[in-house]
């Protein structure tokens, strides 16, 4: 029988730093976000990793077919049918 690797404990081969990646995930996160987390916080130190943000722009200030476009890079399902603030709350949620 093959080993489940997304098991608690074992996220898999691809993430980083298993104890932020469990962390994160306790907290709520989704598999990619903690996963995206835990390898920038591998990257460089834990302490950094909330500094680096803030240099996109305020999703409340884009355009809904701007909001749309990264909803689809994100494959956000249900995005053709949401508002504009359905699209943001999608977004800052994902």
Do not use: C, F, W
Not at 23 to 49: C, H, P, T, Y
Not at 72 to 87: A, P, Q, W
């Amino acid at each position: 029988m093959a080993k489940d690797s997304s098991a608690k404990g074992d996220p898999g081969p691809s993430v980083k730093d298993p104890e932020v990646y469990e962390a994160l995930r306790d907290d709520g996160a989704s598999k990619e976000k903690a996963a995206r987390i835990a390898n920038a916080a591998a990257k460089s130190s834990r302490s950094q990793v909330g500094r680096t943000g803030g240099h996109g722009e305020d999703y409340d200030e884009r355009t809904k077919d701007e909001l749309m476009e990264r909803a689809r890079e994100l494959d956000i399902e249900g995005r053709s049918s949401m508002t504009k603030d359905e699209l943001i709350d999608a977004l800052r949620n994902h």
